[in-house]
């Protein structure tokens, strides 16, 4: 596919699907193709060649960056870990899929066991979602409104698949919340681990 490389990583799947469909009907001119008039029109708006096209801004995985180094210092971050299941590679995610890898899972886990020796501590099962803070909605809707029935929409960044998951996770015991900022995350998962025991349950 086009697009530039950055980083070793073609840049392709951050296109609009208008920018894409653009770069194909210039290939299809390079391949000296008959393109329609909406596909000249397409080619017509593209950028000048030599104008650098800025990077694309990823808030989430800036502060999915901020949340893994922060929890690194925490006590409980052996207990912590992000859960990988996304891929930008088709091959790559076909492979997965066949493998039985699902997609919607809450981005991060937090599995703390209970420690007999110092009773009653009770074991911490928590996942957490975390969204960029462009979706944090203006006013915020009522406690917990993730586990809310779905109508089929995405809210504030979450998409149905991952609203099912949160909900069946939630049914299943765990303790579950959707942040907008890794420090917003960093403080409810401080909040689940509770203090720092006198022997760590590892």
Same mark, same amino acid.
């Given at each position: 596919m086009s697009g530039r490389m950055r980083n070793g990583r073609s840049d392709w799947d951050s296109y609009t699907v208008t920018r894409q469909s653009a770069e194909l009907a210039l290939m299809k001119l390079h391949a000296g193709q008959q393109l329609t008039d909406r596909e000249q029109e397409l080619v017509r708006r593209l950028p000048e060649p !030599? &104008? *650098? /096209?800025a990077p694309p801004v990823q808030h989430e995985a800036a502060q999915a960056?901020?949340?893994a180094v922060e929890a690194y210092r925490r006590w409980w971050y052996p207990g912590w870990?992000?859960? *990988?299941?996304r891929t930008a590679y088709a091959r790559e995610a076909d492979a997965r899929g066949q493998q039985?890898? &699902?997609?919607?899972l809450p981005d991060s886990i937090l599995l703390i066991p209970g420690s007999p020796w110092q009773? @009653?501590?009770q074991p911490v099962r928590c996942v957490c979602e975390l969204k960029a803070p462009s979706h944090e909605p203006k006013r915020y809707p009522r406690d917990a409104w993730w586990l809310r029935q779905c109508d089929g929409k995405t809210h504030y960044g979450l998409r149905p698949d991952q609203r099912w998951w949160?909900?069946?996770?939630?049914?299943? !015991?765990?303790a579950t919340f959707v942040a907008f900022s890794a420090i917003e995350a960093l403080e409810w998962l401080d909040e689940?681990? !509770? @203090? /720092?025991p006198e022997v760590l349950p590892w």
């Open positions: !030599g &104008k *650098e /096209r960056r901020h949340l870990t992000a859960i *990988e299941h039985g890898v &699902k997609t919607g009773m @009653p501590r949160l909900r069946t996770m939630a049914a299943c !015991g765990f689940q681990a !509770g @203090p /720092r």
